[in-house]
């Protein structure tokens, strides 16, 4: 988990209520991802980054949205949250895919249940 | 839909014992990797196999791929109780490696 910073680590909150993860990093990496985590389901991608305003969807993208202003942070939001996202949250970085190699560091993770 | 499918699901084994682990996937690849996951912890990496490449070792861990079945397999040897975790592939897409897609895992107990 080194270098990279998931907060909250956990979080409660309501249905329709809208709630924002921050991923840190200071390893200075170009790529950041945000998975979801859910018994069955493995782990899927929600958005990724790959530089300082430059995102993309994944493949659970419906009802998140992601910002990253800077190369160090990237935001997930859930703007209307609701109880099928409930789920484990990860942030990964990649230093990069240079010869096709994307090895992904991952944060601890941020358990979020919404009620 | 996911790439890596890993079977089986759950393994369970004696400390000593070997375990092997197998993922499967649908298309052609530049590489894939195996992750590990401690129970409440984030995936860690735990080494990559080029579709060019049949075999790798590193220390315990021994893979294999097979891109003409497209499967893979990550034999543990001497397997410890610290080895207890789950398992993960992680393959990308030829011609496209920004993304990374995961299998369900395979949730490995080693016991004492």
């Known amino acids: 988990d080194a270098g990279i910073t998931q907060s909250p680590r956990h979080k409660v909150t309501e249905t329709g209520t809208p709630v924002t993860l921050r991923c840190h990093q200071t390893?200075?990496?170009?790529?950041m991802y945000w998975y979801r985590q859910d018994p069955g389901h493995g782990l899927r991608l929600i958005h990724y980054?790959?530089?300082?305003?430059?995102?993309d969807k994944g493949e659970v993208s419906d009802g998140y949205s992601v910002s990253r202003s800077k190369t160090e942070d990237f935001l997930l939001t859930l703007e209307s949250a609701t109880s099928s996202q409930t789920s484990v949250y990860f942030c990964?970085?990649?230093?990069?895919?240079?010869?096709?190699?994307?090895?992904?560091?991952f944060g601890a993770g941020t358990r979020l249940s919404v009620l | 839909s996911q790439q890596g499918e890993e079977d089986p699901q759950a393994l369970s084994i004696q400390e000593g014992e070997n375990a092997t682990m197998n993922c499967s996937y649908k298309t052609s690849i530049n590489n894939l990797q195996w992750y590990r996951q401690n129970s409440g912890r984030g995936l860690v990496h735990l080494i990559l196999?080029?579709?060019?490449?049949r075999e790798k070792h590193s220390g315990r861990l021994r893979v294999t791929l097979d891109t003409s079945k497209k499967s893979s397999s990550l034999l543990i040897t001497a397997s410890r109780a610290a080895d207890t975790a789950s398992y993960f592939c992680?393959?990308?897409?030829?011609?496209?490696?920004?993304?990374?897609?995961f299998g369900k895992g395979t949730k490995l107990t080693v016991n004492p």
């Open positions: 990964a970085i990649s230093g990069g895919t240079s010869g096709g190699v994307n090895i992904q560091y």
């Open positions: 196999i080029r579709s060019n490449e």
């Open positions: 390893e200075n990496h170009r790529y």
């Open positions: 980054s790959y530089g300082v305003k430059d995102t």
């Open positions: 992680a393959t990308d897409i030829q011609g496209g490696s920004e993304k990374l897609v």
